[in-house]
């Protein structure tokens, strides 16, 4: 079945660090991928997509490029703020799976000042 | 505009409690999903509808849980006989269509703990 497998956290950088956190998929089709981010005591927000491969998806600094020959969806920063401390969490969508979303298990990001 | 809500925000149910928990999704929007979130772990799917029609339910998680959306807007997620185990965050989101590029819109949650 799909599944999705991200790096565990926590990750603990400096302000004005780079930021990668990993993530890996299993598919049977052609999924789009996702990241979301969970910010202390809000819902979760989309943070970025890429629907096929070799599609980059980016927002407020981040990128993730999909990448069908390696499987993987990896999050970068150059610059990680503060603000940025939050749980994200990498996710596929397929038609065999009705849509619906899986997720991984979510990395949380700690940035200190 | 408005996303999507969810009422209520937190719920406390006693073992043996029947709950119902309410999504209202975005307007116009054409698919509603369910999720369950344990404490430190990602969403997990629960159900899935496309307008009034509950396509997907495989991922409930006993004959306790049960949802609607009857006129294709607003559902509800019961549970009857709640259990320890039922204690999560439950995650309502909407798409406006049903394809897997379709962006899913999430609300803020309701916290169930059953005591």
């Known amino acids: 079945g799909n599944s999705v497998t991200q790096m565990e956290g926590p990750v603990t950088l400096s302000e004005e660090a780079f930021l990668t956190i990993n993530c890996t998929y299993t598919a049977t089709g052609y999924p789009s991928l996702f990241w979301y981010v969970q910010y202390p005591g809000e819902g979760l927000q989309l943070l970025l ?10 927002n407020k600094g981040f990128e993730a490029t999909y990448r069908k020959e390696t ?10 703020q503060v603000s940025d401390s939050a749980v994200y ?7 065999d799976s009705s849509y619906k979303l899986i997720f991984g298990s979510g990395t949380r990001l700690l940035v200190r000042p | 505009g408005a ?6 925000r937190y719920k406390v149910a006693k073992r043996g409690q029947d709950v119902a928990l309410r999504c209202d999704p975005i307007s116009g929007h ?18 899935y509808f496309q307008n009034e029609a509950q396509l997907d339910k495989s991922g409930l998680p006993s004959d306790r849980f049960f949802a609607e959306r009857p006129e294709g807007s607003v559902s509800t997620l019961k549970i009857q006989r709640t259990q320890q185990e039922d204690s999560a965050v439950y995650l309502c989101a909407s798409s406006q269509g049903w394809t897997s590029t379709d962006t899913q819109y999430f609300g ?3 916290r169930l703990t059953v005591l």
């Open chain 2, 30 to 47: 054409v698919s509603l999903f369910w999720y369950q979130q344990a404490l430190g772990q990602g969403p997990e799917f629960l159900t």
């Open chain 1, 71 to 80: 499987t993987s969806f990896h999050l970068e920063k150059g610059s990680v």
């Open chain 1, 49 to 58: 997509k890429a629907t096929k491969a070799d599609d980059k998806g980016s």
């Open chain 2, 108 to 110: 803020p949650g309701t």
């Open chain 1, 89 to 95: 969490f990498c996710a596929l969508s397929d038609r």
């Open chain 2, 3 to 8: 996303g999507v809500s969810q009422s209520p």
